[in-house]
């Protein structure tokens, strides 16, 4: 059971934030923080609730410059729950917050099967005392509306009575990244509160802007003695109902607080507070919740089951708990993308960048249903895409960095450095790259559930979309002969502008280069594959004439990657940069990862030196098979065998501050596909950079989704070499000696719950019994069939 469990021991102010985001529960369509009950928000606390989707647009003014920004918003909280206690006619004690009374064995307990999150501590009230509770709480999985927490309070030694206050507060803010408190943060307006007899709450309120309306209804009950009073109380923006119960030793009360959340972007009801109301009303007793929560779970462990021992293992299912908290079988009726941050805190806004590109890899192989609703998420905004490309003077769809509710981009113009207190400019979206990762999610979700229909419609119709705006970027240099793409930012972020000049932007980023050829390929093998009647109907509803495919064709092959030293270069000039004095800044600096901020407080760029945030070039070695690489590079001209790859891994792996969670995991997949035996440092610093916090307090700020989820693909597809192509799995295991036994099940076309486990020279894969053919499998020297109902256990190289 200590693998599915975690436990915080004993109250730490200072390490709550970080322990909130851990214990956040949630089920796809809302989740809580695991805040304490009775505390309210503030530096110490962040009771914040999200419903996916769910933003609002205000306007600030910050360093005497106007700026607009859209959030995820923090919804009106339901979890206050507190409580007093005095003896038998004795005075009524302080109301118990941690931060002002002495708390006794306190600890949390967050169960990863059962998805609850328990909290077990002792108050020794003034005069009255020692009070036991026990506090469960779960965010229901399988009614995707509800909420519950159970408090079970017990007298230890003397009688009394406890006064417990179960309220809603509607006076919250978007209060969780300090940086953020110059702006704009009141996000909800409109509140209205009301009670329901004979023991209901309600509170009702609006975005302030994007005018969606909110509702939460609670209905708390009490099991034991009766209480000696029962009170509901609106008031202006909080509502609340207080119980006075008797307190006998020995003999426990229990406390249910049942909590129903919608919104108007809700489907099948009328409005938000009716149906809020009618079903914290109507909702099963506590046991009965727990038990469907718990059968919901159940279903979602058997399509993910994971099998990896020791500390790696509990860490990757802790990983895989919070993503299938964020992106769950609800999130297939949303209109949602993958939020960087999770539904755990308000780091980026709760923005959709590119993390889908970590996270549907192994959602093709699990919940292929949440994948399609993702990649629809970006079909439904490819008009907005479509427009900002005309509006830049371009063709095709240019989608944005940043994303949010329309599709608009959302990324910051301006963003503060906390090292030197200055606002900055910042040209984050001139990350075009995002277009690439949105047609690799489209092309590879269709290789691994051979959903045809998709691609032939929605599919191609932004895979073409995207392809004619990297055509429609890239010039042709005649002195060279090379299309150029001018004016980017790669993956590494650091580096936005060349030293000293007057415009933002990287000539001939080689992983956008790379990928944007790539991108043109399949599009041109999309055209042949469609029937002729559906891409004469495509083309002519983009209107896409003959000539553009032809030009498409000439520039995948032409796309310039610059080269130095023998080694890919990041973009064009990378190599005329100056080298950096690591060890001195090491020596400096306790920690370097966000070296961008610690050389501008110096007065100072990182544009001028060849030093690198995350994966850039290396990038390439994630997302291609080694073979798919190499033909790449082949296409555009360029020969890069083993010996050429493995010098670029080493020349940037000496020049990367790992500045993002995502850096350790990509170089860790790289350096194990490599065979080198330092991959496993990375792939650790990748497994502990949220449970650890190693960014330095960012977790606490929200989980980063995109790395959680990549450690699942790195087990997944990364340490099995496996590729969903020709309809069939193709394995080609890496040696990982610290990684070399485990086992997961996933979905591939018609069978459901393939097992594939490793053990030392042994892939052994199981397909279940059913009535679909039998499963091709590939490895480099061999093809085998697995039939249903079938095992075969196949040598593979040892670690």
């Not at 002002?100 to 609850?116: E, I, K, S």
């Not at 993910?304 to 509990?314: C, F, K, N, Q, S």
């Not at 990657?561 to 090491?586: K, M, N, T």
Request: hydrophobic share 40%; glycine share 10%.
């Amino acid at each position: 059971m200590q693998d599915w469990t975690w436990e915080w021991e004993g109250y730490d102010p200072a390490g709550e934030q970080l322990r909130e985001a851990l214990c956040t529960l949630g089920n796809g369509y809302f989740a809580t923080r695991g805040a304490v009950p009775e505390c309210r928000a503030g530096l110490v606390h962040c009771p914040g609730t999200y419903v996916a989707g769910c933003y609002n647009r205000l306007e600030s003014t910050v360093a005497g410059r106007r700026v607009v920004n859209e959030d995820l918003v923090n919804l009106p909280n339901w979890l206050p729950l507190r409580f007093r206690v005095r003896s038998a006619g004795g005075p009524w004690g302080t109301w118990f917050t941690p931060d002002t009374r002495p708390v006794l064995d306190h600890r949390h307990t967050l169960d990863l099967r059962r998805a609850t999150l328990t909290r077990a501590f002792r108050h020794r009230a003034d005069g009255a005392g020692v009070v036991a509770v026990v506090q469960t709480r779960l965010v229901h999985m399988g009614d995707p509306h509800l909420a519950v927490l159970r408090t079970v309070f017990t007298a230890e030694d003397r009688s009394g009575e406890i006064e417990v206050e179960s309220g809603l507060d509607g006076d919250v803010i978007n209060g969780n990244v300090h940086r953020y408190r110059a702006l704009e943060r009141r996000q909800v307006a409109g509140v209205r509160t009301g009670t329901r007899e004979p023991g209901a709450i309600w509170l009702t309120c609006r975005t302030s802007t994007s005018g969606i309306q909110i509702a939460t209804a609670a209905r708390t009950t009490v099991t034991g003695l009766p209480p000696v009073t029962s009170v509901l109380r609106p008031a202006r923006r909080r509502a609340v109902h207080r119980l006075v119960l008797p307190l006998t030793p020995g003999r426990p009360v229990t406390v249910d607080k049942t909590v129903a959340l919608h919104t108007s972007r809700d489907t099948a009801i009328g409005d938000p507070l009716g149906a809020a109301v009618d079903r914290a009303v109507t909702a099963p007793d506590f046991p009965d919740l727990l038990d469907s929560h718990t059968a919901a779970w159940e279903r979602l462990w058997r399509r993910a089951e994971l099998h990896v021992p020791g500390r790696a293992g509990r860490v990757l299912r802790l990983h895989l708990f919070h993503l299938l908290q964020t992106l769950s079988p609800h999130t297939a009726d949303l209109d949602v993308g993958v939020p960087a941050r999770g539904l755990h805190g308000e780091a980026y806004r709760g923005h959709v960048f590119w993390d889908e590109l970590f996270v549907l890899p192994y959602l093709n192989l699990h919940f292929p249903e949440v994948s399609r609703a993702l990649l629809d998420y970006r079909y439904r905004r490819l008009p907005r895409a479509v427009r900002a490309a005309a509006e830049a003077g371009r063709t095709g769809a240019m989608y944005p960095w940043q994303s949010g509710s329309d599709g608009r981009e959302e990324s910051q113009e301006w963003h503060l450095n906390p090292a030197s207190g200055r606002w900055l400019p910042d040209h984050s979206r001139l990350q075009h790259h995002v277009g690439s990762a949105i047609a690799y999610n489209i092309w590879r979700y269709c290789e691994a559930t051979g959903d045809t229909e998709y691609l032939h419609t929605r599919g191609a119709e932004m895979l073409l979309q995207i392809a004619r705006f990297w055509a429609g970027l890239a010039t042709l240099d005649p002195g060279t002969g090379r299309y150029r793409v001018r004016g980017v930012v790669g993956p590494d972020e650091y580096h936005d502008a060349y030293p000293g000049a007057a415009r933002p932007g990287l000539d001939d980023n080689a992983y956008t280069n790379v990928t944007a050829a790539w991108v043109l390929v399949r599009a041109l093998d999309l055209l042949r594959r469609l029937p002729a009647w559906r891409r004469d109907e495509l083309c002519d509803r983009i209107r896409l004439d003959a000539e553009e495919p032809l030009r498409w064709d000439e520039i995948s092959r032409r796309l310039r990657v610059p080269f130095h030293q023998g080694v890919i270069s990041q973009f064009e000039g990378y190599g005329d940069l100056a080298e950096l004095d690591w060890d001195a800044y090491r020596a400096r600096y306790a920690d370097i990862r966000r070296l961008d901020r610690i050389l501008e407080a110096e007065g100072d760029s990182v544009n001028r030196y060849r030093a690198s945030k995350q994966a850039d070039v290396l990038m390439l070695g994630h997302l291609f098979p080694p073979a798919e690489l190499r033909e790449l590079f082949r296409r555009l001209g360029h020969d890069v065998d083993d010996e050429v790859w493995h010098r670029t891994v080493d020349h940037y792996l000496r020049r990367t501050s790992h500045g993002s969670t995502l850096s350790g995991l990509v170089h860790g997949l790289v350096l194990a596909r490599a065979r080198r035996a330092e991959a496993w440092q990375y792939v650790q610093e990748a497994l502990e950079a949220d449970v650890a916090d190693l960014q330095g307090g960012t977790t606490g700020e929200g989980i980063h989704l995109g790395a959680m989820a990549g450690t699942l693909d790195l087990v997944q597809r990364g340490l099995t070499g496996l590729e969903s192509r020709e309809d069939a799995l193709r394995f080609d295991p890496v040696p990982l000696p610290a990684l070399s036994e485990y086992g997961f099940s996933l979905r591939y076309r018609g069978h459901w719950g393939v097992s594939v486990r490793r053990r030392g020279g042994e892939l052994r894969i199981g397909v279940p019994d059913s009535a679909e053919s039998p499963l091709r499998v590939l490895l480099p020297d061999r093809a085998v069939t697995v039939a249903p109902g079938e095992t075969r256990t196949l040598a593979v190289p040892a670690s």
